[in-house]
């Protein structure tokens, strides 16, 4: 069920988790809050880890949106715009966002549902501690104000 990669690095930078976007799930309380919940089985490799270090860092590609490739930019090309949220991962304990996190996996991936109980699945939320971008050449230097991506209310 691991659909990932773990990249061990240097004490000091943080784990690096590449999660595809299928298994993971955006809370939608009327608009997106923008913080990142997976759901992952005791038996992944990833909860190993998250006992071990819940330091991680998903990044997300402008190519999830398509824009990258109807601007004819290569995923891989800095210029092909990503988003790092850095911090520390934590199962989901409190029953409302328990089923907030269902109700937004399930109703997205149905068959997630269905998926062995013996398993053990669980729901992990991060806890945003750091938000960079990069956008062009340079390195990733824009860091973000968490406090204001979390009350960023989009106009669509």
């Given at each position: 069920?691991?659909?990932?990669?773990?990249?061990?690095?240097?004490?000091?930078?943080?784990?690096?988790?590449?999660?595809?976007?299928?298994?993971?799930?955006?809370?939608?309380?009327?608009?997106?809050?923008?913080?990142?919940?997976?759901?992952?089985?005791?038996?992944?490799?990833?909860?190993?880890?998250?006992?071990r270090d819940p330091r991680v860092t998903f990044m997300y590609s402008a190519e999830f949106t398509h824009y990258c490739n109807d601007k004819g930019i290569?995923?891989?090309?800095?210029?092909?715009?990503?988003?790092?949220?850095?911090?520390?991962?934590?199962?989901?304990?409190?029953?409302?966002?328990?089923?907030?996190?269902?109700?937004?996996?399930?109703?997205?991936?149905?068959?997630?549902?269905?998926?062995?109980?013996?398993?053990g699945f669980y729901f992990y939320k991060l806890e945003i501690l750091n938000i960079f971008t990069l956008d062009y050449f340079g390195g990733a230097t824009?860091?973000?104000?968490?406090?204001?991506?979390?009350?960023?209310?989009?106009?669509?």
């Open positions: 069920f691991d659909d990932c990669n773990t990249f061990y690095c240097c004490k000091w930078i943080p784990i690096l988790l590449k999660i595809r976007m299928s298994l993971m799930v955006f809370t939608m309380r009327l608009l997106c809050t923008g913080v990142p919940y997976i759901y992952s089985s005791k038996m992944s490799t990833l909860n190993h880890d998250f006992e290569d995923n891989d090309s800095p210029t092909c715009g990503k988003v790092m949220l850095t911090g520390n991962i934590h199962k989901v304990t409190d029953d409302d966002e328990l089923k907030w996190a269902k109700y937004g996996m399930f109703s997205r991936h149905p068959i997630t549902k269905d998926w062995p109980i013996g398993h824009k860091h973000l104000n968490i406090t204001e991506y979390l009350n960023y209310k989009p106009t669509w």
